[in-house]
């Protein structure tokens, strides 16, 4: 029958799609950060592995996709975390599209700038969220520890981004469906 025919190949191209894949990867992203990486403390700071997915989207793909993928990031982050929905989404997606704004200026961008990238926004990352908590009468949150806790998790993010470089790649490569 054609319906059904036409049915399965609508069902293959949304199954096949990368925003199919990257919401299936954050799913095991945002899983690691509540398990393995919350209690994984260098310096008494939890790496922050949603946020290197985010800036490393931004710095592959652009900031247009670095800001979706934030978007969609701090979404399902926020389901997790006793804040109001919104506020991860919010400093998530200003982190990817920053991320894509950096290597925007470059033609063609080496590894090491990328890595130059990934460290920077990652550090500037770090201090979107306590802002942004800020920002809506969340007190408290802006404090002196964030220098320590953005230097770590820059620095943690460097040395996990080449792990994140090849997931982002995979994740986010539009592939056509052929029939």
Same mark, same amino acid.
């Given at each position: 029958?054609?319906?059904?025919?036409?049915?399965?190949?609508?069902?293959?191209?949304?199954?096949?799609?990368?925003?199919?894949?990257?919401?299936?990867?954050?799913?095991?992203?945002?899983?690691?950060?509540?398990?393995?990486?919350?209690?994984?403390?260098?310096?008494?700071?939890?790496?922050?592995?949603?946020?290197? +997915? /985010?800036?490393?989207?931004?710095?592959?793909?652009? %900031?247009?996709?670095?800001? #979706?993928? @934030?978007?969609? =990031? $701090? &979404?399902?982050?926020? +389901? /997790?975390?006793?804040?109001?929905?919104?506020?991860? %989404?919010?400093?998530?997606? #200003?982190? @990817?599209?920053? =991320? $894509? &704004?950096?290597?925007? +200026?470059?033609?063609?961008?080496?590894?090491?700038?990328?890595?130059?990238?990934?460290?920077?926004?990652?550090?500037?990352?770090?201090?979107?969220?306590?802002?942004?908590?800020?920002?809506?009468?969340?007190?408290?949150?802006?404090?002196?520890?964030?220098?320590?806790?953005?230097?770590?998790?820059?620095?943690?993010?460097?040395?996990?981004?080449?792990?994140?470089?090849?997931?982002?790649?995979?994740?986010?490569?539009?592939?056509?469906?052929?029939?």
């Amino acid at each position: 029958d054609y319906r059904k025919g036409d049915t399965l190949i609508r069902f293959l191209t949304i199954m096949s799609s990368r925003w199919t894949r990257l919401v299936l990867v954050l799913l095991i992203v945002i899983s690691l950060q509540t398990t393995l990486f919350a209690e994984m403390r260098p310096f008494g700071v939890a790496a922050q592995l949603v946020l290197l +997915f /985010v800036v490393v989207s931004g710095s592959i793909n652009g %900031s247009t996709i670095g800001a #979706l993928t @934030g978007l969609i =990031a $701090g &979404l399902m982050y926020d +389901f /997790v975390l006793p804040t109001p929905v919104g506020l991860t %989404s919010l400093a998530l997606g #200003l982190a @990817g599209a920053t =991320a $894509g &704004l950096l290597v925007y +200026f470059f033609r063609e961008p080496t590894w090491w700038m990328r890595l130059i990238t990934i460290g920077v926004v990652s550090l500037l990352g770090e201090v979107y969220y306590p802002l942004a908590q800020t920002v809506v009468g969340l007190d408290g949150w802006l404090q002196f520890r964030i220098i320590k806790v953005a230097i770590v998790v820059a620095v943690c993010n460097l040395v996990l981004s080449p792990i994140a470089i090849f997931v982002c790649r995979w994740t986010l490569t539009e592939r056509k469906l052929s029939v």
